[in-house]
């Protein structure tokens, strides 16, 4: 059964920086894709970014810019650094794997862009 744990969030003021990161327990190289998603209070799960093993990466229009996704496959780890955060990032952020025939979450992390 592969985990995943996210760590990294927390209460920054708009402007500031976070970087989340998301420990696999298996190689990340055997999941297709690999992903954060974050839902906000009352909203839908979105997709905020996603790493496929090769290929292109993608964003979520709103945070083009802002934010970068990346891997180490050495430690099994995938990150997300988030840049100018916006009070609209406010959402718990999720770590995701997608394998052929499985799909992984992580328990989740806060982050919270407040004054």
């Known amino acids: 059964q592969v985990q995943l744990v996210e760590s990294g969030g927390g209460l920054v003021q708009p402007g500031g920086s976070l970087r989340l990161s998301c420990a696999a327990s298996g190689s990340i190289l055997s999941f297709n894709y690999m992903g954060w998603y974050r839902q906000a209070p009352g909203k839908e799960r979105e997709s905020v970014a996603t790493i496929p093993r090769s290929g292109t990466i993608n964003y979520l229009r709103s945070v083009k810019g802002r934010f970068t996704i990346s891997r180490d496959s050495s430690k099994n780890m995938v990150y997300l650094q988030m840049n100018s955060l916006k009070p609209e990032d406010t959402a718990v952020y999720y770590c995701?794997?997608?394998?052929?025939?499985?799909?992984?979450w992580g328990q989740g992390t806060q982050v919270t862009v407040s004054s």
């Open positions: 995701n794997a997608r394998s052929d025939r499985d799909v992984y």
